[in-house]
């Protein structure tokens, strides 16, 4: 059964460094998203991402987030100086036409 | 404003019980409806969804789901828990209209006591 992919599962970076979150999402998805889950806290939306451009992002999604698919497969998302409150789970997300298929997630944590 | 309530943060329950987990949602239009898991350290795995059609869709795992418009709910049941439902479920609910995104609910453990 094809799933969604996310690398790395875990990652540890410096506040203010750049990182990178890596999403290979089912072939067939037409949307794609990225949700983030604080210790504790709910999932959020974070942005979506269609027809190569970004359809909608939250108010979360400020100037240091970016997202690109640069090569049709791989849906990555970009924090371009990480904060301490950056730490989460986030989460890829594909959808075909009406569900989304999550990734495992990449914890990503920021000291 | 689209919101999802899942009223109780914790529930715990004895293996062989029956389960129900509550949820509520605001929403412009009858949403699409959806249930997730996800055990510790895991991603989200979507259980059941509804879309239209008949109230009560069945799902992986044994668990089914409820729609009632009258009471904007959609409450997921399991006649039977088992130990390896241990785990937090999130309702969410999404539309085409409000852009495929999903709103979530604040998730709510399940805890299984033997």
């Known amino acids: 059964e094809p799933e969604v992919t996310q690398t790395p599962s875990h990652q540890v970076t410096q506040m203010g460094q750049e990182v990178i979150l890596r999403c290979v999402p089912i072939?067939?998805?037409?949307?794609f998203y990225w949700y983030r889950q604080i210790l504790g806290q709910k999932v959020e939306f974070l942005v979506s991402f269609y027809n190569n451009e970004i359809s909608e992002k939250s108010e979360i999604f400020d100037d240091q987030f970016s997202v690109e698919r640069p090569d049709g497969s791989n849906f990555t998302l970009k924090i371009r100086s990480t904060k301490l409150e950056d730490s989460a789970m986030y989460f890829c997300?594909?959808?075909?036409?009406?569900?989304?298929?999550f990734g495992q997630g990449t914890r990503l944590t920021v000291v | 404003a689209q919101s999802v309530t899942q009223p109780d943060i914790h529930i715990t329950v004895s293996e062989g019980a029956s389960l129900e987990l509550r949820c509520n949602y605001s929403y412009g239009a009858t949403p699409y409806l959806f249930w997730y898991v996800q055990s510790p350290g895991q991603g989200l795995q979507l259980l059941l969804k509804y879309f239209s059609g008949d109230t009560l869709v069945q799902g992986i795992k044994g668990f089914e789901a409820e729609f009632k418009r009258s009471q904007s709910s959609f409450n997921l049941r399991k006649p039977s828990v088992h130990w390896s439902d241990a785990a937090e479920y999130f309702c969410a609910v999404g539309h085409m209209e409000y852009g495929n995104k999903l709103v979530f609910g604040a998730g709510t453990i399940l805890r299984v006591k033997s």
């Open positions: 997300a594909g959808q075909g036409r009406i569900e989304a298929f």
């Open positions: 072939s067939n998805h037409l949307y």
